[in-house]
């Protein structure tokens, strides 16, 4: 199975700040990775699929990179609705995996 | 707009099974490229990836896969899980989800269920 390593497990950012993400595979997934916010008590909700493609409706704010084993998912200008937990997901071949998390929290 | 949505008991005994129901609308459970999923996650911890159904046939999680069945029933767009056997260990929010082709990433979720395993 493909394992991925999330980090950092949380973070601590203030509004207007910019924040990067990343994931990385134990072996090559090529581009098959997707980022994914999630809210307390919510379904994750897709942002970035295929390492870098915006999901319609996604603000431009989400900016998904990287290919092979490395990844990032870099937020600009955060904003109030931003502060919520992120994960990335390898959908190379099954078994699907997923990171740990990052919780991004307010500073 | 696609939605899903999960039921069944939220409240299962231990060595007994676990089974939940995805209603799927606004999408024809049949139509491709698509796939169905059910994903897990316990409490404070990391989303598990369970199972997914296609048109061709099923793949799981090798974790679960001895106790795990995800099946259609396309005359109603519903898609189910059921999981034998369980112990506490499975206690977790049970969510459903639509797998888009060709980069099997989930666009659409269910708002999840929560299933507790307990006597």
């Known amino acids: 199975d493909i394992q991925m390593t999330q980090s950092p497990s949380s973070l601590s950012a203030s509004v207007g700040d910019t924040v990067t993400i990343t994931c990385r595979a134990n072996?090559?997934?090529?581009?098959?990775l997707n980022w994914y916010q999630q809210k307390p008590g919510t379904a994750p909700k897709l942002l970035i699929y295929?390492?870098?493609s915006l999901q319609s409706a996604v603000p431009a704010r989400f900016l998904g990179s990287g290919s092979g084993t490395d990844f990032t998912l870099t937020i600009r200008s955060l904003q109030p609705d931003d502060f919520a937990t992120y994960f990335c997901q390898v959908s190379y071949n099954p078994p699907w995996t997923f990171g740990q998390g990052t919780k991004v929290e307010v500073k | 707009q696609v939605q899903l949505q999960e039921s069944g008991p939220g409240l299962v005994k231990p060595s007994q099974t676990l089974s939940l129901t995805c209603t799927v609308s606004?999408?024809?459970?049949?139509?491709?490229?698509?796939?169905w999923s059910w994903i897990r996650q316990p409490a404070g911890k990391e989303l598990e990836w369970i199972g997914r159904?296609?048109?061709?046939?099923?793949n799981y999680n090798p974790s679960l896969k001895s106790r795990v069945t995800i099946s259609v029933d396309s005359s109603k767009n519903q898609f189910s899980l059921k999981l034998n056997s369980v112990t506490t260990a499975d206690t977790a929010v049970y969510y459903c989800?639509?797998?888009?082709?060709?980069?099997?990433?989930?666009?659409?979720w269910g708002q999840g269920t929560l299933v507790t395993v307990s006597s």
């Open positions: 159904i296609r048109t061709d046939g099923t």
């Open positions: 606004g999408a024809s459970i049949n139509s491709g490229p698509y796939s």
């Open positions: 989800a639509r797998v888009n082709f060709p980069s099997s990433h989930f666009d659409f």
């Open positions: 295929a390492a870098s």
């Open positions: 072996q090559s997934i090529d581009r098959y």
